[in-house]
């Protein structure tokens, strides 16, 4: 590498120039780009910019959006390269401002945005065009406000092993939204934002946004609290005895088998707190009495315990005779 560079310097033509022509050189070619320069940026040229338009209400009152209000709008800027290159060096949106306070209603048309963005741009010679904006009238009704229930949007997705032990909790479990009364009364419950929690195995304590309000409606906080208790589950087989109902009255019967294994699956801290008394296995006679004696009756679960998780019964269905 240090040999190509040697040898690159040493065809160097400017070597074999004087110290005095290197600089004269060095002036013309400064020179020249300046002209250069001068010459290109003195032609008329455009550029595209996007413009954020915000409002200005009074304290008490907001905007109405039966219609969607215009929060930004894109334009082309013409004007020598000159003027445009100060504009370009500012990278941020231009901000306008509509002044609605001390008005219910306020009609805004291309002009009136024009002159407004005008007065923005950093040079006066600077043209505004292709502004897509057709007048319209903006709206202002009095601030009312609502408390609405949190609704969820977060998907939870537990490791294997794992199960919530109860519902998720929102703290607080509602919010207050403000906004105008015509879009309030059309809302029922606030969201969150949609949230996706994989591979749980613990208790979930943690901020989760709400759904970001628009310009016409905001809620009076940014997040809630969600509270998830999650807990390994395990499963207990419990032997329970079989109910009959609308046996005969006059008729002995026997019943086979008189009890059945559940396979339940429950939180690991339940394991204990379940007894076979919390379970109702039923065999329902009513409809399924056969004259021949002996009939095949369905097993039907009809009580268990809230903390349970999953239930298998081992048989699903016993023999029912009569004895004479």
């Given at each position: ?5 040697r040898k ?5 033509p ?41 409002y ?7 905007l ?52 407004q ?8 010679d600077?043209?505004v ?41 929102f ?13 309030l009364?059309?809302l ?73 294994i ?43 315990p ?19």
């Open positions: 590498m240090l040999s190509i560079l690159l310097l040493n065809k160097n400017l070597r074999e120039i004087s110290e005095t022509d290197r600089k004269v050189l060095a002036i013309c070619i400064g020179a020249a780009f300046v002209f250069w320069l001068i010459l290109n940026l003195s032609r008329d040229y455009s550029i595209r910019k996007s413009v954020n338009i915000n200005l209400l009074d304290p008490e009152r907001v109405v959006e039966t219609e969607p209000v215009p929060t930004s709008q894109v334009i082309t800027i013409e004007g020598s390269g000159w003027d445009l290159l100060w504009e370009n060096l500012r990278w941020n949106n231009i901000q306008i401002s509509i002044d609605l306070r001390g008005k219910k209603n306020l009609e805004i048309n291309r002009s009136d945005l024009e002159s963005i005008t007065r923005k741009l950093s040079n006066g600077l043209a065009t292709n502004i897509d904006f057709s007048r319209r009238s903006i709206y202002t009704n009095p601030k009312a406000g609502k408390r609405l229930p949190i609704v969820s949007r977060v998907e939870v997705n537990f490791a294997d092993g794992f199960v919530a032990t109860q519902l998720p909790v703290t607080p479990d509602s919010v207050t939204v403000s906004g105008s009364e015509d879009v009364e059309n029922e419950s606030w969201p969150t934002e949609e949230l996706v929690l994989d591979d749980v195995d613990e208790d979930i304590r943690q901020l989760v946004k709400l759904a970001p309000g628009g310009p016409g409606v905001t809620p009076s906080r940014d997040n809630v609290q969600l509270t998830l208790e999650a807990e390994a589950f395990i499963q207990r087989q419990i032997e329970v005895p079989v109910t009959v109902l609308h046996a005969s009255a006059v008729d002995s019967f026997q019943i086979i088998p008189q009890s059945v559940l396979t339940v699956s429950l939180p690991q801290s339940s394991y204990y707190a379940i007894r076979p008394e919390d379970f109702l296995v039923v065999a329902d006679l009513a409809d399924n009495r056969n004259d021949n004696g002996k009939n095949t009756v369905p097993l039907e679960l009809r009580r268990q809230q903390a349970t998780i999953g239930i298998v019964m081992q048989t699903e269905a016993i023999e029912y005779y009569l004895i004479n």
